[in-house]
């Protein structure tokens, strides 16, 4: 989807920090920087950064967030918090960066990406010697949690680690871990998250 084309998450973005779901998210930044701690001099790329959950945490804590997403609406929603050192970027990531990044962060973007490998590839590539990636998303689950996946954009029931890490390892990333990271509860079901690290690994 090009930035010029109608995101279906425009329409969502007014709403989308009150939704029930977002404010169980709202648990996933502190313990994101606990594993992913920073000095204040980082320039990190918040990846589907949807209204900012993660680039409002972090932007106290580095030099500069970018915002990249491909929703006009989301992003706007997010400028309209006034967050002074974050930059919103609307586009595909294969369209090309502004610059290489210490961090990468990810929040409940990666399963509405159809293609992964690449999108890990695009990564590593933007990753400065020694960047980070921090990438929080669903463990695999049976399709229960959106119901209606194709009409969401869902291109994957979430992830096993084991071949997450695999295609992780190809991309160029090393040092690639998991843990379990939060738990989010529709109705009578709990559906964990996990928090992926990693490096670029060296050449």
């Known amino acids: 989807m090009t930035a010029q084309t109608r995101n279906p998450f425009d329409a969502r973005a007014r709403d989308w920090d009150t939704r029930p779901i977002s404010r169980q998210l709202a648990d996933v930044p502190p313990r994101l920087l606990a594993r992913l701690p920073l000095t204040g001099g980082e320039h990190v790329l918040d990846f589907g950064a949807g209204t900012g959950l993660l680039a409002a945490a972090i932007a106290p804590h580095a030099a500069s967030v970018t915002a990249l997403d491909t929703s006009a609406g989301m992003l706007q929603v997010l400028r309209e918090k006034g967050l002074p050192n974050v930059q919103t970027l609307q586009q595909d ?6 610059r290489r990044y210490d961090a990468i962060v990810s929040c409940m973007a990666l399963h509405h990406v ?5 999108l890990l590839r695009a990564f590593a ?30 291109h994957h029931l979430g992830f096993e680690p ?23 509860q ?18």
């Open 125 to 154: 590539h933007a990753l400065a010697p020694g960047g980070r990636v921090a990438l929080v998303d669903l463990y695999a689950e049976d399709g229960s949690f959106h119901g209606d996946n194709a009409a969401k954009g869902v």
């Open 93 to 98: 990531i294969h369209d090309g960066l502004p």
């Open 186 to 203: 529709r109705e009578s079901r709990a559906y964990p998250l996990f928090l992926m690290t990693g490096r670029r690994a060296e050449p």
């Open 162 to 184: 084991a071949r997450l890490q695999r295609q992780a390892e190809d991309a160029g990333l090393a040092d690639v871990g998991f843990e379990e990271i939060a738990r989010i």
């Open 114 to 118: 159809a293609d992964l490998p690449a």
